[in-house]
């Protein structure tokens, strides 16, 4: 990884020592004019931005973090920011706050903001597509990065990944619905090959092996429009299907607003779980059964490894998962 400038080449490339440098970064008035235009030229011939948020760290002061994330139109996603947010002001950080929404072009045009913005790390649930162009920028920054919930895949290893345990989130919505009697168990939702909807269905695949049961994957886009349009999809073409697993709530939460125009009781007709425990899904009818990412935690540890990683220079670990459980409502027993 090719690193970024410092303030050792800026004041190489000037002809002048660090300190002059520095005093020129901070607008000291005791710099004459002709010193301050060559320090100012050789930083823009090789490419310095200066890091006033990692300035301030080292002066035991607050600095910025970015958060990018792929959708805040998502209550998820909405939720996890801001409890991220309050988590790192409590440890005298600020949180900079990129939507991407879904589009990997717009996702490399805002770290490479942030970078010029001088934050100190990333946290970012990255948009899928031109994964190359992505992790170029990230490369380049040279920041500390950690990766949530999903992950860019790559040859030789990627920046560290924390997201919650969705094989077992998988395997204990799909037994569920197993022990509640269901013989035909459908996966709804999520968009084919991406690695994160791979994750959240490979729990769901393992039991049904187990059970030497035949699975019915139907990907797609992880909304309620979609979830509504797999009801019907289901009523007409797969009659049999007495269970439902949905990429998400949102998924899950279109299902059941299309059951009483199809004529299906939700939770004994059609039993219906979720994924990730929004809170619209306590107010549904019926209340929908998820499995819980329990967000506020899962916040929590992700400020606290971010920041242990710029202030102490610890590393998260390549990959870690977080603790799922099963929420039942009445979406998936009578």
């Known amino acids: 990884m090719k690193s970024r400038p410092t303030i050792l080449d800026v004041a190489k490339k000037a002809g002048v020592s660090k300190s002059t440098v520095s005093l020129v970064l901070q ?30 760290l080292r ?34 950080f600020a949180t900079v706050l990129a939507n991407t929404d879904e589009d990997p072009k717009l996702q ?24 190359a162009s992505t992790l170029a920028v990230l490369d380049a920054a040279n920041t500390p990065t950690l990766q949530v919930f999903r992950t860019l895949e790559r040859e030789g290893g990627t920046f560290p990944l924390l997201a919650p345990d969705y094989l077992t989130g998988g395997r204990l919505a799909t037994e569920h619905l197993l022990e509640q009697g269901c013989k035909r168990i459908a996966f709804l939702g999520g968009l ?3 690695p994160v909807t791979r994750a959240r269905m490979e729990g769901y ?39 439902v697993i949905c990429f998400n709530d949102l998924v899950a939460l279109g299902v059941l607003a299309a059951c009483p125009d199809l004529e299906i009781r939700a939770g004994s007709d059609l039993r219906v779980v979720g994924f990730d425990d929004i809170e619209d899904g306590q107010d549904s009818f019926p209340p ?8 506020p935690d899962f916040a929590a540890s992700a400020a606290r490894q971010i920041v242990a990683w710029i202030k102490d220079g610890v590393a998260p670990p390549s990959e870690a998962r977080s603790p799922v459980r099963l929420v039942i409502r009445a979406s998936s027993r009578s």
Do not use: W
């Not at 929908?288 to 967000?295: A, D, G, K, P």
């Open 27 to 56: 607008g000291a008035s005791t710099v004459k004019e002709e010193t301050r235009k060559s320090v100012r030229q050789a930083m823009a011939d090789i490419g310095y931005v200066y890091n006033r948020s990692a300035a301030t």
């Open 205 to 243: 695949l393992s039991v049904l092996e187990e059970r030497g049961l035949e699975p019915l994957i139907l990907t797609g886009q992880s909304t309620r429009a979609f979830g509504k349009t797999m009801a019907a999809h289901l009523r007409a073409e797969h009659a049999d299907v007495d269970g």
């Open 288 to 295: 929908l059964t998820t499995v819980s990412c329990n967000i």
């Open 192 to 194: 084919e090959g991406r």
């Open 108 to 131: 490399s045009r805002m770290i490479s903001s942030l970078v010029e913005h001088g934050v100190s790390g990333f946290i970012i649930s990255p948009a899928y597509g031109d994964e």
């Open 59 to 92: 002066s035991s002061t607050s600095g910025l973090i970015g958060l990018v994330i792929n959708d805040l139109r998502n209550p998820f996603f909405t939720e996890f920011a801001a409890l991220f947010q309050m988590e790192l002001a409590q440890a005298g």
